[in-house]
């Protein structure tokens, strides 16, 4: 089988330095074109993918009738338009998370998946690592007992004006950037939604910088801290009646920590430990989303799950009193 041809919207600095060369580094996957009006953008792609096509336009690009796919790293506020650009120009689409602003978009991005017969997904990469299924399956086998409270935290330091999660008007912010993190996984590992949720926000302008969130699911208390105005810190807890778990990369591995996940019982002194120190969960993701376009096998993160997040963030700006 060929390789799935892909293209790139935008010159951003995390597709350079992760996701594009994870698209070519993929089995069966090719990074193809790139749009962008910056010859020098360019350049740094062209370094490890030498045959990439580059056009000035991204509407040039959607057009090209020999590209499979395409991945979005747009700021926040482009991805519904370009996604349902890229869906009707017949292209499968990655779209960097959060795929949309609110909940409610999410009925026209799944409209436009199933009327072009397409795959379209939230770059939600954490689910295709392995840590975060081991994580499921001890929970399920009861490794911990029941599950009572899950607590997150994910965290940096990002107070530069010119950033896009820094600037009004582009949907940036921590729970927008990296809150789509700690509310996915909890619902990704439980399989649960919460049932009431409060919020204390800290604003800047039109987006968040710091917000504590506890939140009630079935049978489990949930609490995350999400800042953009904090030491770099990451770390989830699936905390049983009979022991807990926690995961110390759970986001970020190989660029935050080595992923590992570390199981505690309560009936033993001993901790077990599994370690992933050679995944790459961008790769596993390109993966995953080409065997899922091509071949239709079932996809960890579909734009259902997706919109369940969305909702826990439309529900913390709310509690939070944000309009």
Wanted: glycine content about 8%; some cysteine.
């Amino acid at each position: 089988m060929e390789h799935m041809r892909w293209g790139v919207l935008g010159a951003s600095s995390f597709a350079r330095k992760q996701m594009a060369r994870a698209i070519h580094a993929a089995e069966g996957n090719r990074l193809a074109a790139l749009a962008t009006s910056s010859p020098a953008k360019a350049e740094g792609f062209a370094a490890f993918a030498p045959d990439l096509v580059v056009y000035d336009d991204y509407d040039a690009l959607l057009a090209a009738g020999d590209i499979d796919a395409v991945y979005i790293p747009l700021p926040n506020h482009l991805h519904v338009e370009w996604t349902l650009k890229a869906l009707r120009a017949g292209k499968h689409v990655l779209c960097e998370k959060p795929v949309a602003m609110q909940a409610g978009d999410f009925d026209r991005l799944i409209e436009a998946r199933d009327k072009a017969g397409k795959l379209a997904a939230e770059a939600f990469m954490i689910v295709h690592h392995p840590q975060w299924h081991k994580a499921r399956d001890l929970l399920a086998e009861g490794a911990i007992g029941r599950l009572r409270l899950v607590d997150t935290v994910f965290a940096y330091n990002n107070p530069d004006p010119e950033n896009v999660r820094n600037r009004s008007g582009m949907g940036g912010g921590g729970l927008r950037d990296i809150g789509v993190y700690t509310f996915g996984a909890t619902r990704f590992v439980t399989g649960a939604e919460p049932e009431t949720l409060h919020a204390t926000l800290e604003m800047e302008g039109d987006f968040d910088t710091f917000a504590q969130i506890t939140a009630g699911f079935p049978g489990f208390a949930y609490h995350a801290v999400v800042s953009m105005r904090l030491a770099a810190r990451q770390y989830v807890t699936f905390h049983g009646e009979d022991g807990y778990m926690t995961l110390t990369a759970p986001f970020n591995a190989r660029v935050y920590d080595m992923a590992e996940l570390h199981l505690r019982r309560q009936d033993s002194f001993e901790t077990r430990t599994w370690r992933w120190p050679g995944v790459d969960q961008y790769v596993c993701q390109v993966e995953a989303f080409a065997a899922a376009a091509r071949k239709g096998t079932p996809y960890a993160w579909p734009l259902e799950a997706a919109r369940g997040t969305q909702e826990m963030i439309d529900r913390a700006f709310a509690a939070g009193g944000v309009a």
